[in-house]
């Protein structure tokens, strides 16, 4: 049964930093990417970031490039999300996901607040 749980959510000042972390369990964790999403409400989930299973390969959204950071440890099959130079925009709750099943895997998201 594939599980993802992230935490590391909080509020954090205009300018801040978090970092992420999502456990997995499940899935052969090492074959697979992962990603982040973020989700407002009243809005469709968006990509935030995606490393290939390796590490070798990261994407990000436009929105975070430059100021977000996402690696994993395939050791503790663990993806994280570092994220700095925090903006009132990044405010959402934040899911992992990983390409096993039939419409991909998330997690229960945790939520990011940033005050201004």
């Known amino acids: 049964q594939v599980q993802l749980v992230e935490s590391g959510g909080g509020l954090v000042q205009f300018g801040g930093s978090l970092r992420l972390s999502c456990a997995a369990s499940g899935f052969p964790f090492s074959s697979l990417s992962m990603s982040w999403y973020r989700q407002v409400p009243g809005k469709e989930r968006e990509f935030v970031a995606r490393i290939s299973n390796n590490g070798g390969s990261t994407t990000y959204a436009d929105s975070v490039k430059g100021r977000f950071t996402i690696s994993r440890d395939n050791s503790k099959n663990t993806v994280y999300l570092q994220m700095n130079s925090l903006k009132s925009e990044d405010t959402g709750v934040y899911y992992c996901?990983?390409?096993?099943?039939?419409?991909?895997?998330w997690g229960q998201g945790t939520q990011v607040t940033v005050s201004s």
């Open positions: 996901n990983c390409p096993w099943g039939k419409d991909g895997s």
